[in-house]
C-alpha cells in the first residue's frame, strides 16, 4: 500500500519534471514559428498571440522569393552533398583496413584520428586561409568542400569501422578463397552490406555540413556561392524589429532541412551517435 | 584453407609471396593520411611555426620573433576572456551533464512504469540539437528580445513578473548564453546517459533490493558508481565541444556586452580575422589546444584502469 503510493507520487514527479523539460525544449522552437505565422502587428503582441489571429505565409513568400535565399539553399545542399560523399570516399577504405587487418600500431592509428576531434576547426582555419588565398581557392567551392571532407573523416572512420565489425569475417574470408581480390571483396560484399551504415554516416555529415557556418563564413566571400548558414548570419544583421517575423521565416526554412533529414533516420543516428561514447 | 588458395592463385595473393591474410594496411589509409596530413596535420604544425613570427594577413613573410608569445600571453584583456570562457564551459557541462543524466534517469524510470511521453521528451530535445549554431544563436536572440513583446519577456510579463535584460546586463548575458548552449547541446549528454543506463546490469538492482536498499542508495551505490565512465567520457566529449562552441555566441550575442561573453575562441577569431593578427591568433590557437588536451588528461585520469587503453 505505501509502496504503491510512493510509486504514484513517483509517476507525479516524473510527469512534472517531464513536462516542464518538454517546454524548455519545445518552446524556442514554437516561439519560432509563432514569429514566422504573424504579421508584422501581431509580432508586437507577444506571448499573448502565441497562436496568430490571422497566420500568414507572406513571410515564406518574402524570403522565398527575395534575391539569394534560394541560392543560398542550393549552395548548402551542394557543399554538404559532395563533402558528405566524398567523407565516404576517403574513409570507407580506411574503415575497412581498420575492421578486417591486423597491423602494428593499429589501436594507435584509430585514436590518432579520433584526436583530430579535438582541435577546433578554428585553429585549422587559421593557417587555412591563408593558403587557400593563395592559391587562389577563396570563393570557389572546391576549397571548402575539401575542408568539410576533413572535418567529417574522424566521425564516419570510426562509424563505418564500428559497423564492418558487424559484418562476419568468414564472408571475407569465402570470397578470397574463391579468388577475389581484397578490393574486389571490399567493393563488391563489404561495402554492399554496409548500407545502412553508409547512410546513416551520410546523414550525419550532410547534417554537419549544413550546419557549417565558420569554413564557409571565412572562404566564401562571393554572395552568390555561399551557404545557407552564413547567409543566414549576414541576412541577421540586416533585419531590425520590424522584420523580425520575416528573419523567424528564414531562420526556420534553413532549420527544418536538417531537422527532417536526422528524424527520417534518427535510430541509425542515435546508435551510430552512442556506440562510441559507451564503448569508451 | 587460405594456404591452397595462395599456392592457385600466386599473383593476386601477394607477389612477395607473404600470406593473403597480412596485407598491408597503408594504400587503404593513404585517402585518409592525405586528407588528414594535408588540412589538419600541416596546418596545426604551421600554427605552431607561426607562433614564433610576427605575420599579419595584411601580406609580407614576416619575420621570426620569440616576442609574439610574451606579448600576446601579457594582453591585459586575456585574464578576463580566460575567466569568461572558464564559466560558460563549466556552466555548459555541468549544466548539460546534470540536465541530460536527470532526464535520462526519469526517462528509463518512465519507460518501467509505462508512462506517457517520452518518446515526445527525448525527440524533442534532439531536434534542439539538430539545429545549427547560427539558427540557435538567431532563435535565442529572438526569446532574449528584451523589448516588452519577446519571447521570455512577454511570458514574465504573463505571470507579473518584471523583465529581465537578457542579453544587455553584462552580469546576466553570460548565464542566457549558457542557457542557450544547454538548450542546444543537452540532447547529446541525455542519449549518451540514457545508453549507459540500459547497459547497467540489472542483477545489480535485484541484488540491492535483497539487501533492502532505498532508491536514493540504489542511485547512489549502484547507478552513479556504474555510469562514472560513461559520465567521464561524456564530460570530455562536451567539454571540447563546448570550447569549440563559436557560431552560437557570435550569432547570439557576438561576445557583448562589452567583452561579457567573447570567449577564447570567438577572441582567437577577432583577432585573426578583424585585427589581422595571425600570429597572436596562432599563439591563442595553441592555447586553446593545451585547454583542451590538459582537460582531456584530467579526466582520463579519473577513468577506471581497466577502460583506459
Not at chain 2, 600570429?279 to 590538459?294: E, F, H, N, R, W
Request: proline letters at 5%; hydrophobic letters at 55%.
Amino acid at each position: 500500500m505505501k509502496r504503491r503510493r510512493r510509486d504514484r507520487l513517483g509517476d507525479i514527479l516524473s510527469y512534472a519534471f517531464m513536462a516542464l523539460m518538454f517546454v524548455f525544449f519545445s518552446w524556442p522552437l514554437i516561439w519560432l514559428l509563432s514569429m514566422a505565422l504573424r504579421t508584422r502587428k501581431e509580432v508586437f503582441l507577444g506571448v499573448a498571440r502565441l497562436i496568430p489571429k490571422s497566420p500568414t505565409l507572406d513571410n515564406f513568400v518574402a524570403v522565398l522569393t527575395s534575391s539569394q535565399f534560394l541560392v543560398y539553399l542550393v549552395n548548402a545542399l551542394k557543399l554538404s552533398c559532395l563533402s558528405a560523399v566524398g567523407c565516404l570516399i576517403v574513409a570507407a577504405p580506411a574503415a575497412y583496413a581498420f575492421s578486417r587487418f591486423d597491423f602494428k600500431g593499429k589501436g594507435l592509428w584509430m585514436l590518432g584520428i579520433l584526436a583530430f576531434q579535438m582541435i577546433s576547426p578554428l585553429v585549422i582555419m587559421v593557417p587555412l586561409y591563408r593558403y587557400m588565398s593563395r592559391l587562389g581557392l577563396i570563393d570557389g567551392h572546391f576549397g571548402t568542400t575539401m575542408v568539410y571532407i576533413a572535418l567529417g573523416v574522424p566521425v564516419v572512420t570510426w562509424l563505418l569501422k564500428g559497423y564492418m565489425d558487424g559484418i562476419p569475417r568468414s564472408l571475407d574470408e569465402a570470397a578470397l578463397i574463391d579468388g577475389c581480390s581484397r578490393l574486389s571483396v571490399f567493393v563488391r560484399i563489404i561495402l554492399p552490406l554496409s548500407t545502412p551504415g553508409v547512410a546513416s554516416a551520410f546523414i550525419i555529415t550532410v547534417i554537419a555540413g549544413w550546419s557549417q557556418f565558420l569554413v564557409p563564413f571565412l572562404l566564401i566571400t562571393k554572395d552568390s556561392l555561399v551557404p545557407i548558414g552564413v547567409g543566414i548570419f549576414q541576412y541577421a544583421g540586416t533585419q531590425n524589429a520590424s522584420t523580425i517575423q520575416i528573419l523567424a521565416a528564414a531562420c526556420l526554412i534553413s532549420v527544418v532541412p536538417a531537422i527532417v533529414a536526422f528524424l527520417a533516420l534518427q535510430r541509425l543516428i542515435l546508435s551510430a551517435m552512442t556506440a562510441g561514447a559507451v564503448k569508451g | 584453407m587460405s594456404a591452397s588458395a595462395a599456392r592457385r592463385k600466386p599473383s593476386i595473393l601477394g607477389a612477395s609471396g607473404r600470406q593473403n591474410r597480412l596485407p598491408s594496411p597503408y594504400p587503404w589509409l593513404m585517402p585518409v593520411i592525405l586528407v588528414m596530413g594535408l588540412f589538419y596535420l600541416y596546418p596545426v604544425i604551421d600554427v605552431f611555426r607561426y607562433a614564433f613570427t610576427d605575420l599579419t594577413l595584411l601580406g609580407g613573410e614576416g619575420h621570426y620573433t620569440l616576442s609574439t608569445f610574451g606579448n600576446v600571453l601579457r594582453r591585459p584583456e586575456l585574464a578576463q576572456i580566460l575567466w569568461v570562457t572558464f564559466v560558460f564551459t563549466a556552466g555548459s557541462v555541468i549544466g548539460q551533464q546534470v540536465i541530460g543524466l536527470a532526464i535520462a534517469l526519469v526517462v528509463v524510470r518512465a519507460e518501467k512504469r509505462r508512462l506517457f511521453g517520452t518518446t515526445i521528451l527525448r525527440t524533442t530535445a534532439l531536434v534542439a540539437w539538430v539545429v545549427p549554431g547560427i539558427a540557435g544563436g538567431i532563435i535565442w536572440k529572438m526569446l532574449f528580445n528584451e523589448a516588452p513583446f519577446g519571447g521570455l519577456n512577454s511570458l514574465l510579463r504573463l505571470m507579473g513578473m518584471a523583465p529581465v535584460q537578457w542579453l544587455s546586463d553584462p552580469d546576466i548575458a553570460m548565464w542566457s548564453v549558457v542557457l542557450s548552449n544547454i538548450w542546444r547541446g543537452t540532447a547529446f549528454s541525455m542519449v549518451v546517459m540514457y545508453a549507459a543506463l540500459k547497459a547497467i546490469d540489472p542483477t545489480l538492482y535485484e541484488a540491492a533490493e535483497m539487501d533492502g536498499a532505498t532508491a536514493r542508495q540504489k542511485l547512489a551505490f549502484v547507478t552513479l558508481p556504474q555510469l562514472r565512465p560513461a559520465i567521464l567520457v561524456n564530460m570530455i566529449l562536451i567539454t571540447i565541444q563546448t570550447l569549440n562552441t563559436f557560431d552560437a555566441i557570435i550569432a547570439l550575442s557576438g561576445g557583448g556586452p562589452g567583452r561579457a561573453t567573447e570567449v577564447l575562441s570567438l577572441y582567437t577569431f577577432n583577432v585573426v580575422f578583424r585585427n589581422y593578427d595571425l600570429a597572436a591568433g596562432s599563439v591563442l590557437s595553441i592555447l586553446m589546444l593545451a585547454i583542451s588536451l590538459g582537460l582531456a588528461l584530467v579526466y582520463a585520469a579519473f577513468l577506471p584502469k581497466e577502460d583506459r587503453s
